[in-house]
């Protein structure tokens, strides 16, 4: 053989292994721990590392790209290494920015630490037999579920079944704990401390109709808001509805002679509707008229201009969701106490 041919296939030999899938081993060497403390990471033993050890192992694992081999993990531990998350109906039939950007969130957390998301739908709020069907098959080692009611009869269904779940959202005290949200109501006024800090002093709120705490709770926020400064909303400034009904308030309030300062709104997407009102009837949003949402989401930053909201943190909604769905799959139930994750300003030119 050549020199030329020797050089051509040491060259084929450097190009695979520069290839090749970077290892456990790769990581280990590039956060500076061992393969056992990634391991560890990797499947949620927070007992035996430091969240900063925690950060580290993150960051090599998102630099290298690196993915664990689940077929080898499937076959040690038995697991199907898939969580499942079950949307609701609301959340299909819906435009929602945010659920995409939730969904996002969460991929990627499962994927960090080598588990893949399994999505469903049922949208029967009575007994589930799909929940039952996907524990009895092992297709799924945990289920996560969101847009759920304090006395949710999913969690409920899971919870005789001894099976391990998280909620994006809070639940019964007699239920397990096994819940993360964020404060609905301290979100809204936060957001009503930074309008009336610039100015704002006429306020109307459009949010969405239905019984779910989370909009009570926003409904709840703005008023509290309002209240803390001196300020009242009359019945005609409040407004919660669905569909047509939505714009058509929005248009009404908008047409008044004396028209609010700020529209405040439940989520984005109803935000972005009131920002298409405005256009429609010459009003410059974030001149002469503030609008808000609550989300933070993808919908918000689409519109002209951009959203002013309250952002709803999914990354970190997302992995702790994950970390809890691993903590109790190894060794639950873990008995832990819900979490509320903390609110952000998003800051767009609407407001």
Not at 78 to 94: C, F, N
Not at 145 to 156: G, K, T
Not at 246 to 254: D, K, P, S, T, W
């Amino acid at each position: 053989m050549s020199d030329t041919a020797d050089r051509g296939e040491m060259a084929e030999t450097d190009d695979r292994r520069s290839a090749r899938r970077p290892s456990i081993s790769d990581v280990a060497k590039l956060a500076g721990v061992s393969r056992q403390t990634v391991s560890n990471v990797l499947n949620g033993r927070t007992d035996y590392f430091s969240t900063q050890t925690e950060a580290r192992v993150t960051a090599a694992v998102e630099t290298l790209g690196y993915r664990p081999n689940r077929a080898a993990q499937t076959l040690r531990s038995r697991r199907s290494m898939q969580i499942g998350y079950h949307m609701s109906g609301e959340e299909l039939d819906t435009v929602k920015g945010f659920t995409l950007s939730f969904l996002q969130a969460l991929v990627k957390a499962a994927a960090r630490r080598g588990y893949q998301i399994l999505v469903f739908a049922h949208t029967d709020s009575g007994s589930h037999p799909v929940f039952t069907d996907l524990i009895n098959r092992g297709n799924v080692d945990a289920l996560i579920v969101s847009e759920s009611q304090v006395d949710d009869p999913r969690v409920r269904l899971l919870a005789q079944s001894h099976f391990p779940f998280v909620s994006f959202g809070r639940l019964a005290p007699d239920l397990p704990q096994q819940w993360v949200d964020i404060d609905n109501a301290a979100g809204m006024a936060t957001l009503m401390d930074h309008l009336v800090g610039k100015g704002y002093r006429r306020f109307a709120y459009i949010g969405a109709e239905g019984d779910e705490y989370w909009k009570r709770e926003r409904l709840h926020g703005f008023t509290m808001g309002l209240e803390r400064h001196g300020l009242t909303a009359t019945g005609r400034d409040i407004f919660e509805g669905s569909g047509n009904a939505i714009r058509e308030q929005a248009r009404r309030v908008l047409s008044r002679r004396n028209r609010p300062d700020a529209v405040v709104t439940s989520s984005d997407y109803i935000a972005a509707i009131v920002v298409n009102v405005c256009h429609a009837l010459g009003l410059q949003v974030g001149r002469d008229i503030a609008v808000t949402g609550f989300d933070g989401g993808a919908m918000g930053l689409i519109t002209e201009p951009t959203i002013t909201s309250v952002r709803i943190p999914v990354e970190k909604i997302a992995g702790e969701l994950i970390d809890r769905c691993q903590a109790e799959i190894g060794g639950g139930p873990t008995g832990r106490p819900g979490v509320v994750i903390p609110t952000e300003i998003l800051h767009g030119g609407s407001a």
